[in-house]
């Protein structure tokens, strides 16, 4: 069974503060990762890909992944009321299937 | 360039009734998947389906569930003699054929939330 864990939460922050997101993935051979935001009612919308090791910065968002260790996470700089939402991590293990995590509850206090 | 689109938004069935969700990839997308989501829980896959091919139906139930995605038209998802735990949120996502940016980025449609009365 692959499986993407994360930590339910709720996460809260100050805001301004950075927001930590983990994920880790069973399937070694999963080679893209992905971060989805989920507002309470609403559809997920994708707010980061990777693919490689590393880093990758998109504006307040940043995206880790070590595959050695089969560990993805999104740090959040700057955090906001309007990050306040569940973040999904996905992880591409071929033929484009995608497996979600459960979600991490994010709460920014004003 | 509109993005996945779902109908109906809400459906109401009393038990026993039938269910069709369609779902409209965005334009160029091949690849259509279906998820389920109960509240407060997590997205589960259902199948995935390709143009007039299901290529995985892992996470569809054995019975009163099926789905098609054919030449022409939307992809449907049909729950037959619906019960009150089919009550869910049910996503479409779709990605492309072919993309530059990586493989499995999947872009969601607003959903439809089923209420089995």
């Known amino acids: 069974q692959k499986e993407v864990e994360q930590n339910s939460g709720p996460l809260s922050v100050p805001e301004g503060a950075i927001a930590s997101l983990n994920c880790t993935y069973s399937d070694r051979g999963s080679q893209s990762f992905f971060w989805y935001r989920q507002y309470s009612g609403k559809s997920p919308e994708l707010i980061m890909s990777i693919y490689s090791n590393g880093d990758k910065e998109d504006g307040r968002f940043t995206a880790q992944l070590n595959k050695a260790s089969q560990y993805v996470s999104l740090l959040i700089r700057d955090s906001q009321p309007s990050d306040s939402a569940t973040y999904l991590c996905?992880?591409?293990?071929?033929?484009?299937?995608?497996?979600f995590g459960t979600g991490t509850k994010l709460q920014v206090i004003p | 360039n509109a993005g996945v689109m779902q109908n109906p938004r809400h459906l109401v069935r009393r038990r026993g009734q039938e269910a069709r969700l369609r779902c409209s990839p965005m334009?160029?997308?091949?690849?259509v998947y279906w998820y389920r989501q109960l509240p407060e829980e997590g997205l589960k896959f259902m199948v995935y389906l390709q143009k007039e091919n299901i290529i995985d139906e892992s996470g569809m139930p054995k019975e009163r569930f099926s789905a098609e995605f054919p030449k022409e038209g939307p992809s449907i998802l049909r729950i037959q003699q619906v019960v009150r735990g089919d009550s869910a949120a049910y996503f479409c996502?779709?990605?492309?054929?072919?993309?530059?940016?990586?493989?499995?980025?999947?872009?969601f449609g607003p959903g439809t939330r089923l209420t089995v009365l």
């Open positions: 334009k160029g997308h091949s690849h």
């Open positions: 996905a992880g591409e293990g071929g033929y484009q299937k995608v497996t």
């Open positions: 996502a779709s990605s492309p054929q072919e993309t530059s940016s990586g493989d499995g980025e999947q872009f």
